[in-house]
């Protein structure tokens, strides 16, 4: 019923920038908590970055002061700019959501998007 569509990965030099978007679409009534997690080959799915309906951010360490988290409420959206990319962010990277639909009473989490790839090279 909510579908996540990730976009805005690619192959970088480290050093360099990404940004990524997710938008959730479906029968939406709000949206609570977003954020991106990733998962690199051999490892476990680790969360990266999220943000609340306030604007409060948490990060992982290794990505402090490298990437932001941001959201735009109006268009369902988060976002994920990373900067100073080093090749261990080399993960495909998944957006996730808290949604509350319409005629619900309560807020879910909404399964995975297809995911990004993000590539490094060093």
């Known amino acids: 019923q909510v579908q996540l569509v990730e976009s805005g990965g690619g192959l970088v030099q480290a050093g360099e920038s990404l940004r990524l978007s997710c938008a959730a679409s479906g029968r939406i009534y709000s949206i609570g908590a977003m954020g991106w997690f990733r998962q690199a080959p051999g490892k476990q799915r680790e969360l990266v970055a999220s943000?609340?309906?306030?604007?409060?951010?948490d990060y992982l360490d290794p990505v402090k002061g490298r990437f932001t988290i941001s959201r735009d409420n109006a268009k369902n959206t988060v976002y994920l700019q990373m900067s100073s990319l080093k090749s261990e962010d080399t993960a495909v990277y998944y957006c996730?959501?808290?949604?509350?639909?319409?005629?619900?009473?309560?807020?879910?989490?909404?399964?995975w998007g297809q995911g990004t790839q993000v590539t490094v090279s060093s």
């Open positions: 996730y959501a808290s949604v509350q639909l319409h005629g619900s009473p309560t807020y879910r989490y909404t399964g």
């Open positions: 943000i609340t309906t306030d604007g409060s951010t």
